[in-house]
């Protein structure tokens, strides 16, 4: 079990310090290079969401969320 967790926190550790050289590298990038980047960001993300349970996900990370329309949205 201790190996287990020990695997999992090196693997959250690594996806962070990517993540952490890839908020570096966006903030100096032009447009182009910024949707790469961004679409790297969201992937690790998703990744380090799966890996560890206990992250929350940012509200900012597009991760769709499925919203209740009203229904008188319909009528009009």
Do not use: W
Request: hydrophobic share 35%; aromatic share 2%.
């Amino acid at each position: 079990m201790k190996d287990v967790l020990a695997q999992r926190d090196k693997q959250r550790r690594e996806i962070r310090r990517k993540l952490n050289l890839l908020y570096l590298k966006i903030l100096n990038e032009d447009n182009v290079e910024r949707s790469l980047l961004d679409q790297q960001i969201k992937d690790l993300r998703r990744t380090l969401l799966c890996i560890d349970p206990v992250e929350q996900p940012d509200p900012s990370f597009g991760i769709p969320t499925h919203k209740q329309r009203s229904r008188l949205g319909n009528v009009i």
